[in-house]
């Protein structure tokens, strides 16, 4: 059995693009931009990038002679994946509360987008190693848009792509102030986006192994003031919540130290302008007042409002909604009781009882199991910003769930086969060391 992994140009290739459709190209639901309406749903960039991938990965994987390699967890999102048509055959004899288009937009930018990550991490290294690279490098780009719209209070060129009659702000002692909206055009998505770019820069990249020159020393502390400033930017207090805890597991399980060596001077300096610059313009005193209105705002007070209802909205929908509405049913639910803004039970709604747990079982499971250190406080991150939005929904970020399930998934099947052939490399060993004897 041979689990070495190969490298492969295209494979390279598509983890460019998928970073691509993550961190720079409008998010085709957040935004207006480049959309074609067809039969199947809304043609967009980023649709069109994740099938020219799908496109490319096929071609790859069968030039290469690639070979899918079974495994539990991929077992179970082809379940999922099965059971969400189901429902949706269900929903379409019965209350008929699914929506086509959006089963369009996960079979390609959800389900496709796994078993194509899942293939091609079990295939070959470059894809994992260009998606991360380059998704460092969209980030930046993407964070120094956000900076700049926060600080001109201005979407920018993104203007005339933003959705219609939606405004992204909150009252404060100063006035409106208005969130960035990034490339995306949604600021929950930028903050969780620019939070995940952080754990990857510095759990990457300060694994040893790695070796760089000063100028790059330089370049990653100016990439990751630009990434925490872009976070605090999007005033997404769940992103900030995701961070500390990710920032708590990496601490814990990477035993990072940031004072040690050189670090401490780095560390105290730019530690000493960053406090200084956020109380000079007053930074400090938004973000006080958008962390202490998290119990008494509006959203907080709606979104308390959905889980309390969930019970008597699936009652009166009756049994189908234990099975599920299918895709997009709980968007049909949101456009009578408001906004759901929360992943959880948006697959609820959708895929009812069974795929909530066949969905986060592999999801918990990954986060619990010995995959690398990036890829779980990621998955930390994402599983805790499921609480204040519908993640999933969006291209951009649900593209990047989907890219880091299959990854992870991957990895794990990998370190079982090797763990599986140490075995029986060590039994045949003992066994011909008892056969000489």
């Known amino acids: 059995m041979d689990n070495k992994l190969r490298q492969s140009k295209l494979a390279g290739l598509i983890g460019f693009l998928l970073a691509a459709v993550v961190f720079i190209v409008p998010d085709s639901k957040g935004t207006t931009f480049f959309h074609m309406s067809t039969p199947f749903g809304t043609f967009s960039t980023d649709k069109f990038l994740v099938i020219v991938s799908m496109i490319i990965g096929i071609f790859t994987l069968t030039i290469k002679n690639g070979k899918f390699k079974k495994s539990l967890f991929p077992l179970f999102i082809f379940l999922f994946v099965t059971w969400n048509l189901i429902v949706a055959l269900i929903s379409i004899l019965t209350e008929n509360a699914m929506m086509f288009n959006m089963l369009v937009f996960y079979l390609i930018m959800g389900y496709s987008v796994y078993f194509l990550s899942y293939t091609l991490s079990t295939n070959f290294s470059s894809f994992k190693d260009s998606f991360i690279k380059f998704a460092l490098l969209f980030a930046v780009i993407d964070g120094v848009v956000v900076l700049l719209q926060s600080l001109t209070q201005s979407p920018l060129f993104m203007e005339n792509y933003l959705m219609p009659d939606v405004t992204r702000g909150f009252h404060t002692p100063m006035g409106i102030i208005y969130r960035a909206w990034g490339l995306q055009g949604e600021p929950q998505e930028v903050g969780t986006l620019m939070a995940v770019a952080l754990v990857i820069l510095v759990t990457v990249y300060s694994k040893k192994g790695y070796q760089y020159n000063t100028f790059k020393k330089i370049l990653m502390w100016i990439a990751g003031i630009i990434f925490i400033s872009a976070n605090i930017a999007s005033f997404s207090r769940a992103s900030w919540i995701a961070l500390i805890l990710a920032a708590l597991f990496i601490k814990f399980s990477l035993n990072i130290k940031l004072f040690k060596g050189y670090r401490w001077v780095a560390t105290t300096v730019i530690s000493t302008i960053f406090v200084y610059l956020i109380i000079k313009l007053d930074i400090w005193m938004l973000i006080a007042e958008r962390g202490s209105s998290l119990s008494s705002s509006q959203s907080f007070s709606h979104r308390s ?102 990854i992870a998934s991957a990895e794990h099947s990998l370190k079982m086969r090797e763990e599986t052939q140490s075995k029986e490399n060590y039994y045949k060993i003992k066994s011909k060391s008892y056969n000489f004897t």
């Open 305 to 406: 409002n959905i889980i309390s209802s969930v019970i008597p909205i699936m009652s009166e929908y009756g049994f189908t909604s234990l099975l599920g509405l299918g895709a997009g049913g709980a968007i049909t639910i949101s456009n009578e009781y408001g906004a759901i803004d929360n992943q959880y039970i948006n697959i609820l709604f959708d895929s009812g009882v069974i795929g909530l747990i066949l969905f986060f079982s592999v999801y918990l499971k990954l986060i619990f199991s010995r995959v690398d250190s990036t890829l779980r406080a990621i998955l930390i991150i994402l599983l805790t910003s499921m609480i204040s939005y519908q993640l999933l929904t969006y291209s951009g970020v649900g593209t990047l769930v989907w890219i880091i399930l299959g």
